[in-house]
């Protein structure tokens, strides 16, 4: 497939840039995997704008609003995510928004499934292939411009 | 006609009359075989790989315990001393984690290892705003010398050795095992163990740092230079390569970087004039990763172990051989490990740790095979001891010493991973040293985009992950029991931080935090007995850090993917 090709179909598939935040919720470190998420998307055509490590609750909800995103995506290895996610939505509801939250890390199914009940748009674990990523990126953006 | 000129002939008849017919009627399952470093590897190695290329047994190899120590540093190795058996452990309350050591001793541990949550590594009190979701999540919480005390209750300091996962509080926390142990009447020059505090592979990989480059080197120096001085069994850095093979580094980045961030240290170290090289290189210790592409492994490490001779005795004219020998702890790699069927990863960090041991290792943690979904319990922790203990006694392998030592494939393999390693090497000093390359942020973007190749590459089955990309089954649940961490913890270790606050005579406490602040000012001063001193006198971890954050201000990283 050559070049011009592939920028045909991502302006097909997306009309407007998506607009979405990468993140590193809390103070954990790991960030391998926010980076090769941040890339992906932003090799399939969304405007990625990636928070870096050490962000707070308030931190990345302030971003979202300033930057006007489709999508927060929030990555946690350190076993924080129920706390630190809860946060995340209980400001974003006291702001009035509902821009759809993806949280990817080391989850287990249990707490995926209430951080889902809690308003979480998906949950992405490891061995989520970056089609998968992408995807979920996707549908969580045009949730939101609809 | 020289022997190497019989084998390239007999070769040749070889590859007619017996490879080509096979090859003809079987072609082989794949166009290139590469290895992890993306190296083409051959159908078959012979002494046209090694003497061939004008390699050498005594200057390539040597003997055990001899310069360029690639066979091992010591010689006799695992038949005089096996490995360490060292668990990176740690989590909850101080009761918890002593709970977890004591258990680890009882199955056969013969170490400890230390994991501190992220507020201690972070420098902030359990009851700072941003701490609270993360205390006792990823090891223990540490704010002051009372939880050292527990964690080490009933346990002998003067026997045990103990290695700190701990970086940028290095100082603040090895100063609350110094007064832990001093209180028990042991002298702190007989204490064994290891403090990582690599405050470089902080910016470019594992992202637990607090203060900006110059006053972190000098932090970690001064730490440096104070064991040389008072602690002379303690091993004061543990040079991580670790971290960026987790983050994505090839092999050869892995040691490349690794040893890059030695030679930083090495040259702060001197540049303050106050020790010599022989005095605090044989304290440099060193920290690797063990991937399942064990051939290649086993090649990383002892490229490693030639490498640092050449450097220390070449480059930083080292005359004790001690210096000059790279000693090394590994952990298998937690990003092998996967969420699915994960019984699988118990047939993989076995091999892992083969790997180490077979790379000569002098001690080793294997990860649990419940690590991907979280925190391994006491059940799968047990395992990884039992996977060292049957390499230990059952396997053999520690009957001789680098028993692939010779073969020419692991021979040629070591040779052209070393080769990569300088170059990344050569590049870092014309950039003028590792803390102008993380600046730039060549180590970073390396590590970044080997890690991105590598997920593009497993989303194509290219790289088969067995369970993730390869024999998945549909539709599996994980049935593993996971350990979760008692949310009880914070309040308990916040109340007891509350009553040590309580206790103590608030103009002492300033006056301390004040000679840490006057010490941190002053350049050539060495700040570790200034913190110690204020550990003793019960300051928090998190009012040092704080004050040193004051003077010395925080380091906001450049995002770099």
Same mark, same amino acid.
């Given at each position: ?17 998506? #607009? ?25 055509? /969304? ?80 061995? +989520? ?10 549908? $969580? ?6 | ?24 009627? /079987? ?101 700072? !705003? ?48 110094? $007064? ?23 910016? &470019? ?33 543990? &040079? ?60 990383? /490490?002892?490229?490693? #172990?030639?490498?640092?001779? !050449? ?21 298998? +790699? ?21 790997? $180490? ?99 593009? !590459? ?20 994980? !049935? ?68 040193? #954050? ?12």
């Amino acid at each position: 497939m050559s070049g011009t090709t592939v920028l045909v179909q991502r302006h097909k598939n997306l009309p407007r840039k998506y #607009r979405v935040i990468v993140s590193k919720l809390g103070l954990d470190g790991h960030d391998r995997g926010a980076k090769v998420v941040a890339r992906a998307l932003r090799d399939a055509g /969304f405007e990625v704008i990636y928070l870096g490590v050490h962000q707070a609750p308030e931190d990345v909800v302030e971003a979202a609003i300033e930057e006007d995103v489709d999508v927060i995506g929030v990555s946690i290895l350190s076993g924080s995510h129920l706390e630190l996610v809860t946060d995340l939505i209980r400001i974003m509801k006291e702001k009035g928004m509902n821009t759809p939250v993806i949280v990817g890390g080391i989850i287990p199914d249990d707490d995926a499934k209430e951080l889902k009940k809690r308003g979480v748009f998906e949950v992405l674990g490891p061995g +989520a292939s970056l089609k998968e990523v992408v995807e979920a990126y996707r549908k $969580a953006a045009e949730a939101r411009r609809q | 006609m020289s022997d190497l000129e019989k084998i390239k002939l007999r070769m040749k008849e070889w590859e007619e009359e017996v490879l080509k017919p096979v090859l003809k009627k /079987f072609p082989e399952i794949k166009e290139e075989f590469l290895t992890e470093e993306g190296l083409k590897v051959d159908r078959v190695y012979t002494p046209l790989h090694t003497e061939g290329r004008g390699w050498d047994y005594l200057n390539s190899l040597g003997f055990p315990g001899e310069y360029p120590f690639t066979r091992g540093p010591y010689p006799t190795m695992y038949r005089g001393k096996p490995w360490t058996i060292r668990q990176y452990a740690g989590y909850g309350s101080a009761e918890d984690t002593n709970t977890r050591y004591k258990y680890l001793l009882s199955i056969g541990q013969t170490g400890l290892s230390m994991a501190f949550d992220l507020p201690t590594q972070l420098g902030l009190d359990p009851d700072h !705003k941003l701490a609270w979701y993360e205390v006792g999540k990823v090891g223990v919480s540490m704010p002051s010398v009372r939880e050292m005390e527990i964690v080490f209750q009933g346990i002998p300091m003067d026997k045990i050795s103990t290695s700190m996962t701990i970086n940028a509080t290095a100082i603040e926390v090895l100063s609350m095992y110094v $007064a832990v142990a001093e209180s028990r009447g042991i002298d702190k020059a007989i204490l064994r163990g290891t403090v990582q505090n690599d405050i470089l592979k902080e910016y &470019i990989a594992r992202n637990n740092y607090i203060y900006p480059p110059a006053p972190s080197m000098r932090y970690a120096t001064d730490l440096i230079i104070y064991a040389a001085k008072n602690m002379p069994k303690w091993n004061s850095i543990s &040079i991580s390569g670790y971290h960026f093979e987790e983050a994505g580094a090839t092999p050869a980045m892995e040691i490349g970087f690794t040893l890059a961030d030695a030679i930083e240290y090495v040259k702060h170290v001197l540049d303050r004039k106050i020790v010599n090289v022989d005095s605090f290189a044989r304290r440099l210790s060193f920290f690797f990763a063990a991937r399942t592409n064990i051939l290649e492994q086993i090649a990383k /490490f002892r490229a490693a #172990r030639r490498m640092w001779a !050449k450097i220390m005795k070449e480059r930083f004219n080292a005359k004790d051989p001690r210096s000059m020998m790279l000693r090394f702890h590994t952990q298998t +790699a937690g990003v092998l490990l996967t969420a699915q069927q994960p019984l699988v990863n118990l047939i993989r960090t076995t091999l892992q740790a083969l790997a $180490a041991v077979l790379g000569g290792t002098q001690s080793l943690h294997v990860n649990s095979y419940d690590e991907a979904l979280s925190l391994p319990t006491e059940e799968s922790v047990k395992l990884s001891v039992r996977v060292q203990q049957v390499l230990l006694y059952e396997s053999g392998i520690i009957d001789t010493i680098d028993p692939l030592g010779g073969a020419y494939y692991i021979e040629w393999l070591t040779d052209m991973i070393e080769d990569r390693a300088w170059k990344i090497i050569d590049e870092i000093d014309r950039m003028g040293g590792m803390i102008k390359a993380i600046e730039n942020g060549y180590p970073q973007r390396e590590i970044a985009r080997a890690a991105y190749e590598w997920q593009v !590459k497993v989303d194509r089955g290219e790289i088969p992950i067995i369970g993730v990309n390869k024999f998945v089954e549909e539709g599996e649940q994980t !049935k593993v029991k996971i350990l979760k961490v008692d949310p009880k913890v914070r309040e308990r270790v916040i109340s007891r931080l509350n009553a040590l606050k309580a206790e103590r005579d608030y103009h002492r406490v300033r006056s301390l935090l004040e000679r840490v602040k006057k010490a941190a000012e002053k350049e050539d001063e060495n700040i570790f007995p200034y913190i110690l001193d204020a550990i003793k006198g019960k300051v928090t971890l998190g009012e040092i850090s704080a004050a040193l #954050r004051e003077v010395w201000g925080e380091w906001r990283a450049p995002e770099v993917y």
